[in-house]
Each structure stands twice: as structure tokens, then as C-alpha cells.
């Protein structure tokens, strides 16, 4: 499968997976045809059985994605606005619910729909030349894939208000300060740092992986006796797998385990 601006590769073993938006004469920003790439990139990655983590990126060194293509947009009409932005909700929904690991590299600007890409990620590796921020509300416009919802659950609402209402960046390590990054490396170092936390999260159980990743996502959202339920129903998807066994029969013989994903 080809894509318009994405680029897609695979690790040796086909496990991990670096997603690649590539437009970097428009700093990766997000274009109608960008939405339906990241749409069909993350539907068929639900569908991935081979595919244990996923980096998501953007080429080059001066921005993740500068947020929505501004040119594209220029004079569009109110129809065209909303089909596309029906596109780009469809895609961050599916990115949200990747049903593995999503780390976001982050090089240069992570800006508006660029910052709340990274967002939807599960967490973020920045290059120390990061910047982050949703400067929505000086366009006149609102952070319309996630970032009103998702900044303030990881930053808590009192900052992430001020970020919005004013449209302020954050530099990587204020980023990291406010738990909306989880590692600051040297510039041009995040996509490394995230490839190599990524093969260590391929190399432990692909199903017990999904089933932590599950139980995080809705039963952060829940009350904590519905959250309590559902964590002993991932336990118990993971009880009876051909991994379970193994991991414990690799600790006995004192090798590393070989998952399998079944
Ligand atoms: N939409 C369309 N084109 C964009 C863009 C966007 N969001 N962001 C950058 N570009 C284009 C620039 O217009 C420029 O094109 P040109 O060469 O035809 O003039 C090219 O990408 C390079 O941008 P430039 O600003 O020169 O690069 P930079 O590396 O100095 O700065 C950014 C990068 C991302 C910090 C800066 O471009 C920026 O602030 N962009 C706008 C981000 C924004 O407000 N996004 C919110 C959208 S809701």
C-alpha cells in the first residue's frame, strides 16, 4: 500500500512500524489528502496482526506536523471545511484506538492538528528543538482533533486552558516539566529513542501489550470499580495464551522469552 504523504517501514521482524508524514516543504502539515492517508495507515494497522508498536513522525528536522494545511484552507468554504474535517476526526479517532502502542517522535514544531497528532499518541519522545502548542484560538479557529480533551487529562486544566486560550508553546523541556512529554533527547535523537523504547516494547507479549494499552485507555475513563472489571478481564485474555506459558518457561530456563502473539 502506497500512500500520498506517508511513509511507512517496517522494523526486520516486522513488528515495529514508523509511520513517516512526509511533506516537509509544508512542514508536514496536514492536508485533506494527509487525513485520508492517516485514516487508511491506522484502519489497516488495526488490522495488523504482525505489528506490535507503531512511531509516528514527520520527515525532517523543522516539525512533526505544522497542524492543518493553512494554504489548503485559504477561502475554503464552510462544506469543504467540515468534509475535511470530517477526515481528520476519523483518522485521530482511529490513531486513539490504535489497539497497539503509538509513540510519538517529535522533531521541531508540534503545532495545533500537529500537536494534537502527538496527543493521540500514548506518549511522546521529543528532540530537545521541540515545540509544542494549540494556537487555534489566534486563528479564530478551535483544536478540533482531540486537544481541548487530551491536553488537560495530561497536563491538568488550569495550564491546558492557558495553552489554549492564549496559544503559547511549550519548548520540549517546559513540555516534559508538564508530563505532556515523556522523554527530552538530544535534537535529531527522538526518532531513535522512540524506535528503541518501541523494540523493547515489541519483544514483550504482543497480547498482554493490547490488553495493558486497552485497560489504561477506558479504565482511566471510567469509575474505578467498572475500571477494577475491566483490568480482570484483560488479565484474564492474557491467562490463556500460548505467551503466558512461554514467558514463564523462558524466567525457568533463564532465556529470553519468544512471543508469539497467541
Ligand atoms: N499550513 C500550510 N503551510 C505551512 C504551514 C501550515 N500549517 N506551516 C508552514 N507552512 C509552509 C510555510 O508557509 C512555508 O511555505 P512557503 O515556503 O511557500 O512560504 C513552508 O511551509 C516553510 O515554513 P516556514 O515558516 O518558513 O518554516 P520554519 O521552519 O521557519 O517554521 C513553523 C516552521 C511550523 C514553526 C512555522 O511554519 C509555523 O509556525 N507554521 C504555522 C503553524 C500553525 O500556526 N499551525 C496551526 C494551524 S491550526
Not at 486513539?96 to 509513540?103: E, N, T, Y
Request: charged content about 25%; hydrophobic content about 45%; overall charge neutral.
Amino acid at each position: 500500500m502506497t500512500y500520498r504523504h506517508l511513509l511507512v517501514a517496517r522494523s526486520a521482524d516486522g513488528h515495529v512500524v514508523t509511520v513517516t508524514i512526509d511533506r516537509p516543504e509544508r512542514r508536514n502539515a496536514l492536508n485533506t489528502a494527509l487525513g485520508e492517508d492517516l485514516l487508511a495507515c491506522f484502519e489497516r494497522l488495526a488490522r495488523d496482526a504482525d505489528a506490535r508498536v507503531v512511531v509516528l513522525t514527520g520527515a525532517g528536522d523543522k516539525a512533526f506536523c505544522a497542524g492543518a494545511d493553512l494554504k489548503e484552507r485559504d477561502g475554503m468554504t464552510d462544506e469543504a471545511w467540515r468534509a475535511q474535517h470530517v477526515v481528520f476526526e476519523q483518522a485521530a479517532l482511529r490513531i486513539l484506538r490504535c489497539p497497539i502502542p503509538v509513540i510519538a517522535a517529535v522533531e521541531g514544531a508540534a503545532l495545533g492538528g500537529g500537536c494534537e497528532l502527538a496527543l493521540l499518541a500514548d506518549f511522546i519522545v521529543a528532540g530537545a528543538t521541540a515545540v509544542f502548542g494549540l494556537p487555534e484560538t489566534t486563528l479564530g479557529i478551535f483544536p478540533g482533533i482531540g486537544g481541548t480533551q487530551l491536553l488537560p487529562r495530561m497536563v491538568g486544566a488550569p495550564l491546558a486552558k492557558e495553552l489554549i486560550f492564549t496559544g503559547r508553546r511549550l519548548a520540549a523541556d517546559a513540555a516534559r516539566e508538564a508530563g505532556l512529554v515523556n522523554h527530552v533527547v538530544a535534537a535529531g535523537q527522538a526518532r531513535a529513542t522512540a524506535t528503541e523504547i518501541a523494540a523493547t516494547i515489541a519483544g514483550n507479549g504482543p497480547i498482554a501489550v493490547r490488553q495493558a494499552k486497552k485497560a489504561i485507555a477506558y479504565g482511566t475513563e471510567t469509575d474505578l470499580e467498572t475500571a477494577m472489571v475491566l483490568a480482570i478481564e484483560a488479565y484474564n485474555a492474557t491467562v490463556v495464551t500460548e505467551d503466558r506459558l512461554e514467558g514463564v518457561r523462558a524466567f525457568n530456563e533463564k532465556r529470553p522469552p519468544r512471543f508469539t502473539g497467541r
